[in-house]
């Protein structure tokens, strides 16, 4: 079978290699040498949190019946005109137990509309946000006026409770990640997203119990990392740590965030506080860890974080930014995180929460697509 520049190699071929290099050394975390020097041959790095409109989770985005390579290939025009030259694209478990071989080709023709606009995609493996119960097929509609209402965990409760699935999430993690160890066309691999978060209030009967997730997560998260690094990519792994307290000297990380940070190649954070917070939480992770820093989760208008406010500091300290949302659709998470409690039906926000372009592609604020232009020179 036709193996491309890139290294697309089919599933049952990369398995064939693993068990017969079964010994063979894993990629040891990187050196905060290797890191650095890595990151000095990057372009400021700019982009969005990204799913098309036409899709209210990964699940839907990514399944052969719901992928829309047309209203991708659309989308990431819009993003490239504005500068933009990565996104964060999240993955599922499910699409690789599903079609493994189908899931890989998608992903293959994602990348290959993205680097046409010179878009390098960070890819999530992992996810401890939102609806613990993610199921395959058709997914539900957006429930009117609530925020990101669709949105699921990978492993989802039950996979993340019976510890006779984890060499089924191994599988996928080898799988998907050794599909594309040697692709240029990805910027990086992030391994878990907000690792042991909990959504016992939105989700009280599907979630665990918090104590119980987390120690879990504690014990899996690792194992993930290391499950990448046997797949030996060329990309820089890692994963976003958040809530971080900067007033200490990094003695009140918890354990989960000690293991994001003692195992990521390049240090990501999130942060959708006020830009004294951000520009702070920046200085702090530079001195403390010397390697390079990206922020993978910001913007939201009400809570203080703005394209205008933060966007500058991230130039200044060359810190990579990718905002959450790019165009409005079904994750409808232009709506605020309160839509949980208070679904906007008849009153919109006074304000959008995230979200850069409208649905027909029409900039929110004019102004902000005029910054980003202007900060990463496309005019």
């Not at 975390?29 to 990057?42: F, I, M």
């Not at 991230?314 to 995180?337: D, S």
Request: net charge negative; proline share 7%; glycine share 6%.
């Amino acid at each position: 079978m036709k193996i491309s520049k890139h290294g697309f190699i089919p599933t049952v071929l990369i398995a064939l290699a693993w068990c017969t290099s079964s010994a063979s050394a894993q990629t040891p975390r990187w050196s905060e040498q290797k890191a650095n020097t890595w990151y000095a041959q990057q372009p400021w790095l700019v982009g969005s949190n990204y799913i098309p409109k036409s899709a209210i989770n990964d699940l839907e985005m990514w399944q052969e019946p719901t992928f829309d390579p047309a209203q991708i290939e659309q989308e990431l025009t819009w993003a490239e005109a504005m500068g933009m030259n990565t996104m964060r694209v999240f993955l599922h478990d499910l699409l690789w137990q599903q079609d493994a071989a189908g899931f890989q080709k998608r992903v293959d023709r994602f990348l290959t509309i993205a680097s046409r606009h010179h878009i390098r995609p960070m890819l999530v493996l992992f996810d401890s946000c939102r609806d613990p119960s993610p199921h395959l097929g058709p997914q539900h509609p957006p429930i009117p006026g609530v925020h990101n209402s669709g949105w699921v965990q990978s492993p989802g409760a039950a996979a993340l409770a019976d510890p006779s699935q984890y060499p089924r999430l191994k599988t996928y993690v080898l799988g998907v990640v050794g599909a594309f160890a040697n692709d240029d066309r990805i910027l990086a691999w992030d391994i878990w997203n907000e690792p042991g978060g909990v959504s016992s209030e939105t989700y009280p009967k599907e979630e665990l119990k918090e104590k119980d997730k987390v120690a879990r997560v504690t014990n899996l998260l690792p194992q993930a990392f290391e499950w990448a690094r046997q797949a030996n990519p060329t990309q820089p792994l890692t994963s976003g740590v958040w809530d971080v307290d900067t007033s200490s000297d990094g003695r009140a990380l918890g354990e989960i965030q000690q293991i994001q940070v003692r195992e990521s190649d390049i240090v990501t954070f999130h942060n959708y506080d006020w830009p004294e917070s951000f520009k702070k939480e920046v200085a702090w992770l530079k001195q403390k860890y010397n390697r390079p820093v990206i922020c993978t989760e910001y913007m939201a208008r009400s809570e203080g974080s703005t394209f205008d406010t933060v966007l500058p500091i991230a130039k200044q300290e060359r810190v990579g930014a990718i905002n959450w949302g790019f165009v409005a659709g079904k994750t409808q998470t232009y709506l605020p995180w309160d839509s949980w409690r208070r679904p906007y039906v008849e009153d919109q926000p006074s304000i959008w929460f995230h979200e850069v372009l409208r649905s027909d592609g029409t900039p929110y604020r004019q102004a902000e697509v005029d910054l980003i232009r202007q900060l990463t020179a496309k005019q």
